[in-house]
């Protein structure tokens, strides 16, 4: 037998290779294929050896940002950039993709390889954990969200008036949509009025209506948002903004389920399931002299208290990953995620303004990123000033978005706990001895 030639050899060895491997010549015609660069697309060594690679791959970034074109340019390495190709089905395929020049061996450039990977796995299981976390627009993995998330339809059952608690951005529309949408009045009207953007007068018209002739512009008679939303669900957003004269009309018509249009003098029945949401506690309001305790207890019949994101940083990935794709739609680009460096900063950002700043720091992103993923650049400057970890405290880089998201949560749940190790563990749901071997994998320490 024979001794294999260069060719052989090469061909075994890219052969061997699990990833897609391809090379080109100046021309863009493909000079070698690999066997999994076969499976992946479909497509035969012999169909694809001589091709413009162009036309073999159909990929997205062809006309537009070709890895390999500005490798051979420049001579710089590209890694692992996003791209998607077809396969001989017309099936789109998410890939991979790193680049690098061939020289010959006075060191010219005589080509460049190519190769990918099909993250199709990756991506129908990233699809498979976003779906399981998200139930009716609300995305979560945080114990306690998905707790509130457990009783829900409970409470959506019922009749009875909920307050929801929470910081400003914490989500509160969203629990109270779901609560109705759960509800037997689902097929009803949905109504919300935000109490704290109206003039106490103005509100009152708002809510209850009005008769013609109840003032001077009062043309005509106008339903309220409690005629509006009548044998349906009126959310009344920021309840903890309206007056004590408004609180005791609101509490009648809690109690006896009716109501008087302003310029009325018939009594109108309410048929209303209300909601109320608050950024500010109720109970302090009250303690404070503020808020009527008798429409306190009225509402505090059912009471949900949501966290704030800096209390549930495991879902910054999750809401993260939904805004790119969000906004990317939205504005018409195709941004595939969000780099390691950026997911970084993001993790270690204490979000005063909660889930709504982040949709704001990630639509920012997305406006201004004009590559495959959100970069660290692309992020709102205060991100890059501020940071929520405790000074002494520590995490070691561990490499990949997942596990530095991962790390830096352990960390937090640590500082929200005072470095209590049994009541971290508790509230990420493992034991004391998972939790001393993530912290011993991840570089861990505390002060």
Known sequence: MGKPSEDQVRDVILDSIADGVFTVDHDWKITSFNRAAEQITGITRQQAVG?????????????????????????????????????NQGEKIPVSISTAVLRDEDGRVIGGVETFRDLSAVETLRKEIGEHYTFHDIISKNHEILRIIGILPDVASSDSTVLIEGPTGSGKELFAKA??????????????VNCGALPDALLESELFGYKKGAFTDAKRDKPGRFALAEKGTLLLDEI??????????????????????LGGTTPVKANVRVIAATNKPLADLVAKGV?????????????????????????IPLLSEHFVHKFSVQQAKQIEGISEDAMRLLMRYDFPGNVRQLQNFIEHAVVLCRGERIEADCLPEELHQRSPIREGSEVASVGGPLPEAEATTILRVLEQYDGHRGKTAAALEIDKATLWRKMKKYGITYP
């Open 291 to 315: 808020f009527r305790e008798d429409l306190y207890y009225r509402l505090n019949v059912l009471k949900i208290q949501l966290p704030s994101l800096a209390q549930r940083p495991e879902d």
């Open 179 to 192: 609560i109705h949408d759960l509800s037997h009045r689902a097929r009803r009207k949905y109504v919300a």
């Open 240 to 261: 903890g903004d309206i007056s004590t004269a408004l609180q005791v009309k609101l509490l009648r018509v809690l109690q006896e389920k009716e109501y008087e249009p």
């Open 51 to 87: 091709q413009k690679c162009f036309d073999v791959f159909h990929a997205n970034i062809c006309q537009s940002d070709c890895s390999l074109s500005e490798t051979m340019e420049s001579g710089r390495q590209r890694i692992d950039c996003r791209a998607n190709i077809l396969n």
